[in-house]
């Protein structure tokens, strides 16, 4: 593991000060190689696949509200399942559309520290693992967490992808 954190990029900063406000004080790793997909990210930090965090945006085909799915690095989401747990079909948002709603950019949107409260929800497989690894803010910064703690801090809704 190579850590190059100083100083931390600004996107980064925010989350450090997202997790603070929780309560959780994460170690915000900036790797030198890129952790923009869960494959790289495992790489990165050495651990699992299925302990990363994919921070997934869809949007509500009839509410147009954004929903963020906290899914393991190992799985895919099955989208009408998805729907079925949260209560209403599922569009793919474009790039510009996740930015928006989350003010984080693809490959390093964070499961907390967006720019609104999202309605959150968690694949339970990653609660499997004690620790898991999540994207905090730039497609080559993580922070490990205890998803215990994942799951309380963002409220998720546990659901099976
Ligand atoms: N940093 C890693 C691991 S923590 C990460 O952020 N992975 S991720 O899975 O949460 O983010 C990548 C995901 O963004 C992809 O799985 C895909 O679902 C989504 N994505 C990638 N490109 C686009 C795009 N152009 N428009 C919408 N969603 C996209």
Not at 26 to 40: N, Y
Not at 78 to 87: L, P, R, T
Request: proline share 6%; glycine share 8%.
């Amino acid at each position: 593991m190579t850590d190059l954190d100083n100083p931390l990029p600004s996107s980064a900063g925010r989350v450090a000060a997202a997790a603070r406000k929780l309560g959780l004080s994460p170690h915000i790793v900036t790797m030198a190689s890129s952790t923009r997909t869960a494959e790289e990210a495992a790489a990165a930090c050495r651990c699992e696949v299925g302990q990363i965090v994919k921070s997934l945006v869809f949007r509500g085909a009839s509410s147009g509200m954004p929903y963020l799915l906290l899914v393991s690095g190992k799985n895919r989401v099955d989208e009408q399942k998805a729907a079925q747990a949260i209560g209403e079909a599922l569009l793919r948002p474009d790039a510009a559309y996740v930015r928006a709603a989350t003010g984080f950019a693809i490959g390093g949107i964070p499961p907390f520290g967006h720019d609104q409260p999202l309605k959150t929800f968690m694949d339970a497989d990653l609660l499997d693992y004690a620790d898991v690894w999540a994207a905090a803010g730039t497609p080559n910064c993580v922070m490990q967490l205890a998803s215990r703690d994942l799951q309380a801090k963002t409220g998720a809704i546990q659901i099976s992808v």
